[in-house]
């Protein structure tokens, strides 16, 4: 939930220029997404629910001005580094959405990988196409035999798998992956919607 100062006009885009929806009272909103720092450092962006206009866009913080703020839950929470203490008031007010935002990390996570690891592998997957049926990966799994390219073509499971894997097998020594869990990952029919696969972090015990 966000709280607004002030009535605020709103926009179907993050984006000022965007088509106009008409204002939004001061008062609290739920919020359903947030563009932090967008498109540059001046500006946040929050997409709220508006009674009788659905989910609108407004314009949240310009430059130094914070025209909404993060509220707590009106429902008991649990105490810990995230949320806030069911003895403090529903009322208490947080600064900004990004000081929110900015909490919730995994920096001191020991079983976790960087973006920029993840986003460095997709160099690997320049020049793909999809292949539902004949995909390939660009470089060899840990525990597992794929198929290689060329050709070079993929689909949305061998993709994941093939970036996730290679990302915390280079990273973790300790990491496992074999054929049933390589199993789990492949969608098989349209009729298989619910696999789970195993493994994302590491198993530290057999």
Known sequence: MITLSKKLKSFQEADTNSVTTGFV????????DTK???????????QITVKGKGSVW???RWKNSNYAHVIASPQPQKEDN????????????????ADL?????????????EESRLVSELKAYDGFSYHLTKPTYPHPLKGVKVPL??????????????????????????????????GQMMITSDKDFFLTCYGFGRERNG
């Open 82 to 97: 995230f949320l806030i203490p069911k003895k403090e008031s529903a009322e208490k007010i947080i600064p900004t959405a």
């Open 25 to 32: 009272q001061a008062g609290d909103y739920e919020v359903l």
């Open 58 to 60: 407004i314009c949240s």
């Open 101 to 113: 935002f900015n909490r919730i990390n995994f920096n001191d996570a020991n079983d976790t990988i």
């Open 149 to 182: 390219g060329p050709p070079t073509q993929n689909n949305c499971c061998t993709f994941v798998e093939g970036l996730l894997v290679k990302s915390w097998a280079d990273k973790f020594p300790d990491f496992k992956w074999d054929n049933k869990r390589h």
């Open 36 to 46: 932090l720092k967008f498109p540059n450092a001046d500006t946040d962006y929050t």
